[in-house]
């Protein structure tokens, strides 16, 4: 089954504790993103990935790391987390970054005290 | 940079009514996306838009694409409790940007 995986789902810590979300899809997909989605602001995009070792800042980058060593896989790194990360994380992935449908994730949803 | 307004941020129908939702962007689109997230759900893509002025129906739902390529509509037909959820736009220029979506409630 064609299928985006996030984990994990849901996921409570305390400021400045490092964390990793993982993503993975199986459909030898080149482009990735992430986003986050917050009440009344639709979906950010955080960084996207074009393909391996090609990774773009989006609109929201700040205090966010990503890498893409894998065409599967394109984790997302919290440093530092803070209070105002505190929200729904979505991966997504497309064959190509233009003109093709987007596979999200089932959602992370982070809450940082 | 480019962004993409969608209104009525919430729409409350009637089951059986119509209502149309509307995607404005400050730049031309190369194409554009529409997303349905049911609550509690993640985004599952609806259908894309490319040329000026396409309309494109699935059932109940028809989308169209503005014929300066920068503004777009979904209008759905006679409401269903399976249309709850938020209703996003995606336009793309040089990369992929969401609306701020449309919750659509209806009342049984």
């Known amino acids: 089954e064609a299928q985006v995986t996030q984990n994990p789902r849901y996921l409570i810590t305390v400021t400045g504790k490092k964390l990793t979300v993982t993503c993975s899809q199986n459909?030898?997909?080149?482009?990735m993103s992430w986003y986050r989605q917050d009440p009344g602001l639709g979906l950010r995009q955080i960084y996207y990935?074009?393909?391996?070792?090609?990774?773009d800042k989006g609109d929201v980058p700040e205090g966010y790391k990503v890498s893409r060593k894998e065409k599967r896989n394109f984790p997302l790194i919290l440093e530092s987390p803070s209070p105002n990360q505190t929200s729904l994380y979505f991966c997504?992935?497309?064959?190509?970054?233009?003109?093709?449908?987007?596979?999200f994730g089932q959602g992370t949803r982070l809450t940082v005290v | 940079g480019q962004q993409v307004m969608q209104i009525p941020q919430y729409q409350h129908v009637q089951e059986g009514e119509d209502f149309t939702t509307y995607c404005n962007s400050s730049?031309?689109?190369?194409?554009i996306q529409w997303y349905k997230q049911r609550p509690g759900g993640h985004p599952v893509f609806l259908i894309q838009?490319?040329?000026?002025?396409e309309v494109k129906k699935q059932k109940r739902l028809t989308f169209q694409f503005g014929e300066a390529k920068k503004n777009s509509s979904l209008h759905i037909t006679a409401t269903q409790t399976t249309d709850v959820g938020t209703y996003f736009c995606a336009g793309h220029d040089y990369k992929l940007s969401f609306g701020a979506g449309t919750t659509v409630t209806v009342r049984a």
């Open positions: 730049t031309t689109l190369s194409n």
């Open positions: 997504a992935s497309s064959q190509t970054g233009l003109y093709t449908e987007a596979f």
């Open positions: 838009l490319v040329k000026s002025g």
């Open positions: 459909m030898n997909h080149e482009y």
């Open positions: 990935s074009m393909n391996v070792e090609v990774t």
